[in-house]
Every structure is written in C-alpha cells, then in structure tokens.
C-alpha cells in the first residue's frame, strides 16, 4: 500500500521516514519529493509497505504525529490523475 505524507520537515531524510515507518513493517520504499531547480524537500513524500494491514497500523500511529517539530499527516496515496496532452 502506498501512503501519502505531508508536512514533513525540511530536514527530514528518506532514510528517517523510512526508519519513521519501519517499527510497523516492511517499507518497500520511502521517497521525499524535492523541488526539481534546488533540491529542497517540498515538505512532503511516499512511503510504500508491502502489507496492507501494516500500513493501515502505521497510517493510525503516525497520522498527526509531531516528527522533528512537525506534525506530520498521513493518508493512503491517490493515484496521479491523467493529465491531459498538450497539443502546440
């Protein structure tokens, strides 16, 4: 499952959210999303689990949980919706 997480600090590492979401399970991935010109965390990621139900534990345990002065939200990801082709 995958899992949408926001409001991240800026400071925050994809080995820590992984790490954050590793005490509920098996994480597949954890991607902090970056702006493409700097670099800098957008303030928010991915994490993928291989089990629902952890996942689901983990969304429980970690949605409205102050990480690094934050307080961090989580929810199941949405798929990205389509966007349309530019035709120039």
Known sequence: MNM??????????????????????????????????TGQSRGFGFVEMSADNEAVNAMKALNN??????QISVSEAREKPQRPSRNY
């Open 65 to 70: 949980l102050e990480v690094q002065g934050r």
């Open 4 to 37: 949408y997480v926001s409001n991240l600090s800026f400071k925050i590492s994809e080995n820590d959210l992984q790490n954050l979401f590793a005490e509920y399970g098996t994480v597949n991935s954890a991607k902090i999303i970056t702006d493409r010109e």
